[in-house]
């Protein structure tokens, strides 16, 4: 089966900006070391329809293969980092596979 790339979706909501910015610190190099990608994050999320998500932050990241995110997750330092996120923010965090290659 061909791998396919991955996107995270991150809804964040903030409750201790200086905790959370430790997080954030440490959570790029880490991102690269799974080479992972960052591409976006919006304070001002706009629900178009349906049920509305957490208010905050929406982040968006990917990786090239769930192997490469099951890693990064899983990764005993990252581990250790997100502690910093799970004291300072409420969160959500979902793994959506994309399309496969085009032949």
Not at 15 to 29: I, L, Q, S, T, V
Not at 34 to 55: C, L, Q, R, S
């Amino acid at each position: 089966m061909e791998e396919v790339k991955v996107y995270m979706i991150a809804n964040l909501q903030i409750h201790n900006a200086d905790r959370y910015r430790e997080y954030e610190k440490g959570f790029f190099p880490l991102l690269k070391k799974y080479a992972g990608e960052f591409i976006t994050y919006d304070d001002n999320i706009v629900n178009v329809e349906g049920e509305k998500p957490m208010e905050g932050r929406v982040i968006l990241f990917s990786f090239p293969s769930a192997k490469h995110a099951e890693d990064w997750y899983s990764d005993p330092e990252y581990q250790k980092l997100s502690e910093h996120r799970r004291a300072s923010v409420t969160t959500t965090l979902t793994r959506v596979s994309g399309l496969p290659p085009r032949k």
